[in-house]
């Protein structure tokens, strides 16, 4: 269970949801004021207020990833993506767009902008060590696993 607030601006969009019975991801929408509606222009990037905040269980993060229709057909996507949002923060959610598209993305009030996924967090222990134990691929980067 994910408790959330709704904080005054966002009041009156739709709670975020999942969009089909198996859909891993809740969509976000821009809670912006109606009389402030404006373009993303091409290759900008804008800070979108979603008028929630979450509070996440212990041992649990949420991550803010893009729309893939948005990004298809418009090329906005999440900057960032994607974005953490830590089990201490409670905070608004916000979602860093940016259009790599060609032309302005019409950014209105209640638009879906975002997805958000929830996922369990898996806190680890580094111990330093002088060498790496060796595998087949070793330092192999980019590429080195072969072509597609």
Do not use: W
Request: hydrophobic share 40%.
């Amino acid at each position: 269970m994910v408790r959330y607030v709704v904080l005054p601006h966002g009041e009156g969009l739709p709670p975020p949801s999942y969009q089909s019975a198996q859909a891993a991801g809740l969509d976000l929408r821009a809670a912006i004021p109606e009389n402030a509606a404006f373009d993303l222009k091409p290759r900008a990037r804008a800070l979108v207020p979603t008028g929630i905040a979450v509070e996440l269980p212990q041992g649990f993060e949420a991550q803010i990833r893009p729309r893939s229709g948005l990004a298809h057909r418009q090329g906005v996507t999440v900057l960032n993506a994607p974005g953490t949002i830590d089990a201490d923060y409670r905070g608004e959610i916000k979602v860093l767009l940016i259009n790599l598209g060609d032309d302005p993305f019409p950014l209105k009030r209640g638009e879906r902008i975002a997805q958000l996924v929830v996922c369990p967090v898996t806190a680890v222990s580094l111990q330093l060590v002088r060498q790496l134990g060796p595998t087949e691929r070793n330092s192999g980067g980019f590429g080195s696993t072969g072509s597609c």
